[in-house]
Antibody
Framework: EVQLVQSGPEVRKPGESLRISCTTS????????IGWVRQMPGKGLEWMGV????????RYGPSFQGQVTISADKSISTAYLQWTSVRASDTATYYC????????????WGQGTLVTVSS | SYVLTQPPSLSVAPGETARVACGGDDIGRKSVHWYQQKPGQAPLLVVHDDSDRPSGVPERFSGSNSGNTATLIISRVEAGDEGDYYC???????????FGAGTTVTVL
């Protein structure tokens, strides 16, 4: 059974760093893309970026390039989304999702990680 | 960047048919995917490639795509179908996926 399990809710102050994770199981981690999707409170879905763990090929959406870093650790089948300095506007729920290929729909999703940034 | 337009909300009576529209420039030439999101839950893929259903999704969910409008069709609507529905396509010009703003379906 394919599973994507995300790390728990996080609370940070503006300017702090943060890394959230997406641990996968039930399939070969290096053969599929993992994307990240942001959902701000009461708003819709926004694609942030994607990584192919097989060769670490990483792409970012134009609004997120330079704002976040996507990475993956093949040894533990886990993808990461990280910030060096969070802002209040980063408050949102973040989802990871698996794709067979970048043009293919997101077929499996993590449960989401709520990030709250407040002073 | 490619823009997808969805109506903000739609109300439908139980047992009726809901049609959720997704507009885009010549969207009929693209493959459209639909996600259902219930409150507090992650999105769920309900239709892919215009009209195909993933395993486990009821046959009541179907889709069509032609011209400038794609449509998610929910037949014999049930109370459990309430939620937000998002369309999504691959924008080849910007090389990334694009989501519509979502439609909230309310069952009366």
């Amino acid at each position: 059974e394919v599973q994507l399990v995300q790390s728990g809710p996080e609370v940070r102050k503006p300017g702090e760093s943060l890394r959230i994770s997406c641990t996968t199981s039930g399939y070969t981690f290096t053969n599929f893309w993992i994307g990240w999707v942001r959902q701000m409170p009461g708003k819709g879905l926004e694609w942030m970026g994607v990584i192919y763990p097989g060769d670490s090929d990483t792409r970012y959406g134009p609004s997120f390039q330079g704002q976040v870093t996507i990475s993956a650790d093949k040894s533990i089948s886990t993808a990461y989304l990280q910030w060096t300095s969070v802002r209040a506007s980063d408050t949102a729920t973040y989802y990871c999702a698996r794709q067979v290929d970048r043009g293919i729909p997101f077929e499996f999703w993590g449960q989401g990680t709520l990030v709250t940034v407040s002073s | 960047s490619y823009v997808l337009t969805q109506p903000p909300s739609l109300s439908v009576a139980p047992g009726e048919t809901a049609r959720v529209a997704c507009g885009g420039d010549d969207i009929g030439r693209k493959s459209v995917h639909w996600y259902q999101q219930k409150p507090g839950q992650a999105p769920l893929l309900v239709v892919h490639d215009d009209s195909d259903r993933p395993s486990g999704v009821p046959e009541r969910f179907s889709g069509s795509n032609s011209g400038n409008t794609a449509t998610l069709i929910i037949s014999r609507v049930e109370a459990g179908d309430e939620g937000d529905y998002y369309c999504q396509v691959w924008d080849s010009s910007s090389d990334h996926p694009v989501f519509g703003a979502g439609t909230t379906v309310t069952v009366l």
